[in-house]
């Protein structure tokens, strides 16, 4: 099945419709509460939290003995907040920073996890086996209820965004100030901390433990490379991160032996690295443009400065001894000597290039505006 099959199928095929839709709402929302995990600089936070996660995976397993997802993902989500909040103890209460604490967690909870999964396995009995999924990811188990939990959440979020939009705005930026007007910066960091957990729990199932931090971070840095607004930056993770599902479970589904989880999360990279070389402010690619542009005016502003003086010096600028001297300066390349004629700065009679009127007056405003800034 090729792509094209795969989109036509898409609204009618029951399994293929739910893992998109499941996919989709999952990028959406991780990489909206994404973008104040890497504006806050806290990039190893999902790292720390979806492995976190795996021990309460296992305890719940150990306690019900069942495999219901509702189950793990309640006791993965405990865990999470567990490991969350040890980590905000204890970059408060030592002097270690958040970097050593993060992970510290991270080995701490998925060492034991890892432990936990081990003993369960070597169990005899049969519905242990599986569990070992939420290490990458299966996206084909999404149910129909799977995708309306997502949903829901997801409106909550969205919800919670919009009643707290002025509190997220300002903590994000100046920590100190929201103290001063009297917010509760307490109350608003665990807030949007237990979003992004809860969050990421929600992507376990699809994407795993492994690399769940990726779709957390990837459309948020995507995102971050196009504007310097909020708003508009948590939007364009949002629309990311969809575009990431969507087109990671068509190329999954369209391709024998794939895993969703990895190719959603490649597909994520794609948008990541597109954004770093094409995008207008930040990208690599017109950053060199622009670096080319300003050489080539400093190059050209060089050569006006150097005809100013050759002209302070002698009356007559067309004279040959002049022109010889403006010809001997080698601060100039080809280019920059044809923007000078294209802009009637200087002009050319065969080998020979001379200085016009315009170019002087140009050449003597320059320099005035030089010897101004220097003093």
């Known amino acids: 099945m090729d792509i094209t099959e795969y989109f036509k199928l898409v609204f009618s095929d029951y399994t293929l419709r739910t893992i998109?839709?499941?996919?989709?709402?999952?990028?959406?929302?991780t990489g909206m509460?994404?973008?104040?995990?890497?504006?806050?600089?806290?990039?190893?936070?999902?790292?720390?939290?979806?492995?976190?996660?795996l021990p309460g995976i296992a305890i719940a397993f150990l306690i019900t003995g069942a495999k219901d997802t509702n189950t793990l993902l309640i006791g993965a989500l405990v865990s999470g907040?567990?490991?969350?909040?040890?980590?905000?103890?204890?970059?408060?209460?030592?002097?270690?920073?958040s970097d050593t604490a993060l992970g510290l967690i991270l080995s701490l909870f998925f060492g034991f996890g890892m432990l936990l999964l081990t003993f369960i396995q070597k169990q005899p009995n049969a519905n242990q086996a599986g569990l070992d999924k939420y290490l990458f990811g299966q996206a084909?188990?999404?149910?129909?209820?799977?995708?309306?939990?997502?949903?829901?959440?997801?409106?909550?979020?969205?919800?919670?965004?919009?009643?707290?939009?002025?509190?997220?705005?300002?903590?994000?930026?100046?920590?100190?100030?929201?103290?001063?007007?009297?917010?509760?910066?307490?109350?608003i960091d665990?807030?949007?901390?237990?979003?992004?957990?809860?969050?990421?729990?929600?992507?376990?199932?699809?994407?795993?433990?492994?690399?769940?931090?990726?779709?957390l971070l990837a459309p948020a840095a995507a995102a971050r490379q196009w504007t310097n607004s909020l708003s508009t930056m948590v939007f364009l993770a949002a629309v990311f991160g969809a575009f990431s599902g969507v087109f990671g479970t068509a190329i999954s589904a369209s391709q024998n032996n794939l895993s969703t989880g990895p190719v959603i999360v490649?597909?994520?990279?794609?948008?990541?690295?597109?954004?770093?070389?094409?995008?207008?402010?930040?990208?690599?690619?017109?950053k060199q443009i622009r670096f080319i542009k300003n050489r080539r005016d400093l190059e050209l502003h060089k050569t006006l400065s150097f005809m100013y003086h050759i002209a302070e010096t002698h009356e007559n600028t067309s004279h040959p001894h002049a022109i010889k001297?403006?010809?001997?300066?080698?601060?100039f390349t080809k280019k920059t000597l044809q923007k000078l004629v294209e802009k009637n700065y200087a002009?050319?009679?065969?080998?020979?290039?001379?200085?016009?009127?315009?170019?002087?007056?140009?050449?003597?405003n320059l320099y005035n505006k030089q010897e101004t800034k220097n003093e």
Not at 267 to 286: D, E, H, K
Not at 325 to 331: A, C, K, V, W, Y
Request: hydrophobic share 55%; glycine share 8%.
């Open 266 to 286: 490649l597909v994520a990279a794609v948008f990541v690295v597109f954004s770093f070389i094409f995008s207008p402010s930040r990208g690599l690619l017109f």
């Open 140 to 187: 084909a188990t999404l149910v129909e209820s799977d995708v309306w939990l997502m949903a829901i959440v997801t409106g909550v979020c969205l919800l919670v965004l919009l009643l707290f939009w002025k509190e997220f705005k300002i903590l994000l930026f100046d920590a100190d100030y929201t103290k001063t007007l009297g917010f509760n910066t307490k109350f």
């Open 33 to 53: 509460l994404g973008s104040f995990a890497v504006l806050r600089k806290q990039s190893l936070l999902g790292d720390a939290i979806s492995h976190a996660a």
């Open 81 to 97: 907040l567990i490991g969350t909040f040890w980590i905000r103890g204890i970059i408060t209460k030592t002097h270690l920073k």
């Open 325 to 331: 001297l403006l010809n001997n300066f080698q601060g």
């Open 20 to 29: 998109t839709l499941g996919t989709a709402i999952l990028g959406a929302v």
């Open 190 to 215: 665990v807030l949007i901390t237990s979003f992004i957990v809860l969050a990421i729990v929600l992507g376990l199932q699809t994407v795993g433990v492994v690399l769940m931090s990726a779709m």
């Open 347 to 364: 002009t050319i009679d065969g080998s020979k290039w001379s200085l016009t009127d315009l170019g002087f007056k140009t050449a003597k």
